[in-house]
């Protein structure tokens, strides 16, 4: 997941992106709002910490400009403003949420989580797939699936590295009672492999296929 963070304190910069490291995100740095926009025109970006008091360009302003771009980008503002009307006016202009400074990093890594569905998001490499919403992103580009490609694919993610049978995904995809050719599998994953890429779902001879796992 990556995560833009536009904030101005170089101590705060270290803070933020130290710890969002360590929970795995993929994190870019910039210390104003002019050069948040201009790298989000060129670059996905999952979620963008924004700071209100920026030099160049402010927080306000700058996510007003964001929600131009009309990009699929979460929003969360980091501000020192405590009064109620700095938090209604975040909001007001497209932020999906709102922090007061200072606070505890527990709280933010929570807020983040929440607003990206990390708890629900299954992802490897590129690949990103949202079960609630069933929304399938390959480097952030939507995809269509069939019904029988997207269970695939969620099983597949649900079980990264470890070898699945050809009984084991005709039961979980198929269901218990399928009567059909068993080689239906391998057809399934042949087409599920031209739209995710063909060497993320490995064949091992004998016993199945693996999303990832190294060499074949």
Not at 21 to 33: A, D, K, M, T, W
Not at 111 to 133: E, G
Not at 184 to 212: A, C, F, P, Q
Request: glycine share 6%; aromatic share 6%; net charge negative.
């Amino acid at each position: 997941m990556r995560l833009l963070i536009a904030e101005d304190d170089p101590e705060m910069q270290k803070i933020l992106k130290l710890y969002l490291q360590r929970e795995g995100y993929l994190v870019n740095v910039v210390s104003n709002g002019r050069a948040a926009v201009d790298f989000l025109t060129e670059h996905p970006v999952d979620l963008v910490l924004l700071d209100w008091m920026m030099p160049v360009q402010d927080g306000i302003q700058t996510l007003k400009e964001i929600r131009l771009l009309n990009i699929p980008v979460k929003v969360l503002m980091l501000t020192a403003k405590g009064e109620n009307e700095s938090e209604i006016a975040g909001l007001s202009c497209g932020a999906d949420d709102y922090l007061r400074k200072p606070f505890d990093i527990q709280v933010l890594l929570l807020r983040i989580k929440k607003l990206c569905n990390a708890a629900d998001v299954l992802q490897f490499h590129d690949i990103r797939l949202n079960p609630v919403t069933m929304e399938v992103t390959k480097d952030h580009q939507k995809m269509v699936l069939t019904k029988t490609e997207f269970e695939l694919l969620k099983y597949f993610l649900s079980n990264p590295n470890i070898v699945l049978s050809r009984e084991q995904l005709l039961n979980h995809v198929w269901g218990m009672d399928f009567e059909g050719d068993p080689r239906t599998v391998d057809t399934s994953i042949r087409r599920l492999r031209k739209k995710i890429g063909e060497d993320l779902i490995r064949t091992r001879i004998g016993m199945g296929y693996v999303m990832g796992g190294g060499h074949d």
